[in-house]
């Protein structure tokens, strides 16, 4: 079954409803907000309705899951691109409540619960002290401000992986604290990547490179996505229409717009595919 996601880091991507409310500086070009537009629905903020599926929608993991099982595999699935699901919202928990039972019941799929509202987990996931061990949890943290934030709710789920997704990276950050904390779970895994789409911000080619570095210092395997729109330039030579960015409190340094494609995913001259690989009776 070919995969039904374009993300590098996950096999599919599965929405239990479309829909979600901004809440920080990342959320300022939300792509699935914008492709929900397109596509002819008003979802985003507070007072506007959620989109919720079928069954057929619904069944879609189950197949994953006996193909999985058929080929002796795992394959991870996003959940969700289109929505958080932990959203505070009272005419989510029925849905939330499917996708419980849905994780339950698709033991050979990991299921990666990515949310920007750490603080909500706690009170929302059903499984206290004892998660399902097909379950990685993680949280977007774009700055050091919110990973200051968000990371100490992240970090007391015993999940089996915990994750952070720093994309796009809007800010240098130090983790040091976090990696070696005992009074915390671990981090597990780090994807980083710059901003894509129309506005995006360019991303300080030092703000990833010092995160690739405290990775390598903790042992926590990196995921590089992408660039995003902007590259710096001696990655892209012979590209006209330089341009030397200022940031604040860093160097400054010469980018050059391109497509995300162009741009690519090449840091210190290779490609950073990191992946956890925790054993199953972990969590
Ligand atoms: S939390 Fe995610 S889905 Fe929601 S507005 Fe922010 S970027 Fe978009």
């Not at 994750?163 to 671990?186: A, M, V, Y």
């Not at 789409?197 to 990833?208: I, K, L, Q």
Request: glycine share 6%; net charge positive; charged share 25%.
């Amino acid at each position: 079954m070919a995969r039904n996601s374009n993300i590098e880091w996950t096999h599919h991507t599965f929405n239990p409803w479309w829909g979600c409310k901004k809440v920080s500086a990342a959320c300022d070009h939300c792509y699935a907000e914008l492709w929900a537009k397109r596509m002819g629905h008003q979802l985003w903020g507070a007072d506007s309705p959620r989109r919720f599926f079928g069954d057929s929608h619904w069944r879609e993991p189950l197949t994953w899951n006996e193909e999985a099982g058929l080929l002796g595999r795992r394959y991870r699935v996003f959940c969700a691109s289109m929505a958080d699901v932990f959203e505070n919202r009272a005419d989510l928990n029925s849905q939330r409540l499917r996708l419980w039972e849905l994780i339950d019941n698709t033991p050979n799929l990991d299921w990666l619960l990515l949310t920007k509202r750490p603080q909500n987990i706690a009170r929302i996931a059903p499984w206290g002290a004892r998660w399902p061990a097909n379950v990685w949890l993680g949280t977007s943290v774009e700055n050091q401000a919110l990973a200051e934030k968000r990371l100490p709710y992240l970090l007391k789920n015993p999940a089996r992986v915990r994750f952070l997704s720093c994309e796009p990276l809007l800010g240098p950050l130090n983790l040091q604290q976090w990696f070696t904390r005992r009074d915390f779970h671990p981090i597990d895994w780090i994807i980083a990547g710059g901003e894509s789409g129309g506005a995006s911000r360019p991303m300080h080619p030092d703000w990833v490179l010092n995160l690739l570095d405290q990775c390598r210092a903790h042992k926590v395997p990196f995921h590089f996505k992408q660039w995003g729109q902007w590259v710096p330039a001696e990655l892209a030579p012979g590209t006209p229409r330089v341009r030397l960015l200022e940031f604040t409190n860093e160097r400054s340094v010469e980018m050059v717009r391109l497509s995300k494609k162009l741009a690519g995913r090449i840091l210190e001259g290779t490609t950073w595919d990191g992946i956890p690989h925790i054993p199953l009776t972990h969590a």
